[in-house]
């Protein structure tokens, strides 16, 4: 038998997961959050489970290629996009995936990036301290084949200067992003979705928005 997954990484997804909820960025069984353990380990959620009612019994171990420490149980189908987080960010201890209608509206819009400028939540990503800063957050195209999205995805990091901007967004789909571990993910998170929004809005009062 594996090793138990340990209590507060159990505890860490599943509040993850409700505050999500609560901001309506994992809708029905959408999205998928994972904290990565000790020996290489990922902690994730299964398929299939409503984030705002998650238990013990929706959390999962994988190792760092994805594969199920227990047979019989099915992670989520993008559990490789965590694991090539984890493995590209060795800082990398949280991962959360949302489906807000910010991102899916302006990810269906965008070219190959979306630009954040002179917004006061950029202060949410690390080594900024001011609003006077440019973010250019990597937006891919969807894809159903999850080794060649994971493959793209790496690909534009390798373009990127450092430090590579922790997350991105999948064009129709949703936002990955991660941190040093759930609290300051979901930190990165909230500000980019906060950000997100007030750039929708802005066009949609016919605004002009960098």
């Not at 013990?56 to 227990?70: H, I, K, N, R, T």
Request: glycine share 10%; with cysteine.
């Amino acid at each position: 038998m594996p090793d138990p997954i340990p209590d507060a990484a159990v505890q860490a997804v599943v509040e993850a997961g409700r505050r999500m909820a609560e901001r309506n960025w994992v809708p029905a069984t959408a999205g998928n959050i994972s904290v990565r353990l000790a020996g290489g380990r990922v902690a994730i959620t299964r398929s299939g489970f409503h984030k705002a009612h998650l238990t013990a019994e929706a959390v999962m171990a994988v190792d760092l290629q994805g594969a199920p420490e227990q047979a019989g149980l099915r992670p989520s189908a993008e559990t490789g996009l965590h694991c090539g987080v984890y493995r590209a960010f060795p800082e990398a201890r949280a991962v959360v995936h949302g489906h807000s209608v910010a991102n899916t509206v302006l990810s269906r819009r965008a070219g190959e990036t979306i630009r954040l400028e002179g917004y006061e939540l950029l202060k949410a990503f690390p080594g900024l301290d001011t609003h006077a800063a440019v973010v250019t957050v990597p937006v891919l195209d969807n894809d159903q084949d999850i080794p060649r999205l994971q493959a793209a995805v790496e690909a534009r990091w390798s373009r990127m200067a450092a430090p590579v901007v922790p997350g991105y967004l999948i064009r129709g789909h949703g936002v990955y992003v991660w941190g040093p571990d759930m609290d300051a993910a979901l930190a990165r998170l909230e500000g980019l979705e906060f950000m997100l929004a007030c750039k929708m809005a802005a066009i949609s009062l016919g605004g002009s928005d960098p």
